[in-house]
């Protein structure tokens, strides 16, 4: 089974400056998904950022991108000019792209993301 | 724009009591899932139902059912509560299993078994 793993429990930034969050997974498969999700103390799990492993170009949003690095296996989130509002615990996810009849999505621990004022 | 909507958002049981977490989407989604959600890990898949009329189990089914009860409607039963059943709930959905598409969370049940 693919798994998920983050290193970091915890992180903290200055605001405005700039946050890099790792996350690494073991998989056999050659086409899949990764996803960062956020979620703050609402508890909604919000989609920051979604990169296609077929695809070599690191995804982008905003202030938000990711450097992927397939051979590595590796999925790291990079947040620049941190705000207040990115304060939130971050999960690093991942689905296989073939039709399996279980293609469900594998979930990291999470990071827990503070900026300071 | 409601997307998922989970009821209830919060509840508080005593062990041994039952219990039915109800999720619907409105996004005409064949596929539907609920995850559960512990402190120190990520979510983990309950069950999932990939299209209307089927249901299979994920992760960690043990002490739960589901029914998938028309194509909006995917809920969970709590037939027997126990403390380690204490945890935050989350339903998701999208479009099929095939689809490219992440998939949508809806908020969140806190369920405490005492």
């Known amino acids: 089974a693919q798994t998920v793993t983050q290193s970091q429990p915890e992180m903290s930034v200055q605001e405005a400056e700039t946050v890099t969050l790792s996350c690494t997974y073991d998989?056999?498969?050659?086409?899949?998904?990764l996803f960062w999700y956020k979620q703050p103390p609402s508890r909604q799990m919000i989609l920051v950022i979604r990169?296609?492993?077929?695809?070599?170009q690191n995804a982008t949003e905003n202030r938000f991108s990711v450097n992927f690095q397939k051979a590595a296996k590796s999925f790291s989130l990079k947040i620049s000019d941190s705000q207040l509002g990115d304060a939130a615990m971050y999960f690093c996810?991942?689905?296989?792209?073939?039709?399996?009849?279980?293609?469900?999505?594998?979930f990291g621990a999470g990071t827990r993301l503070t900026v300071k004022p | 724009n409601a997307g998922v909507t989970q009821t209830p958002k919060f509840q508080v049981l005593k062990t041994g009591q039952s219990m039915t977490l109800q999720c619907a989407q409105d996004?005409?989604?064949?596929?539907m899932y609920w995850y559960r959600q512990d402190p120190g890990m990520g979510l983990r898949l309950i069950y999932y139902?990939?299209?209307?009329?089927?249901?299979d189990k994920g992760e960690v089914p043990n002490g739960y059912n589901v029914s998938r009860l028309n194509k909006r409607e995917f809920s969970l039963r709590l037939e027997s509560a126990a403390p380690s059943q204490t945890s935050v709930y989350f339903c998701?959905?999208?479009?099929?299993?095939?689809?490219?598409?992440?998939?949508?969370f809806g908020d969140g049940t806190r369920l405490s078994i005492l």
């Open positions: 996810a991942y689905r296989s792209a073939i039709l399996y009849y279980n293609n469900d999505m594998r």
């Open positions: 998989t056999s498969e050659s086409d899949y998904y």
């Open positions: 996004m005409n989604h064949n596929s």
């Open positions: 998701a959905s999208r479009p099929g299993q095939g689809s490219r598409q992440p998939q949508h």
């Open positions: 139902s990939a299209s209307e009329g089927t249901t």
């Open positions: 990169q296609e492993a077929y695809k070599q």
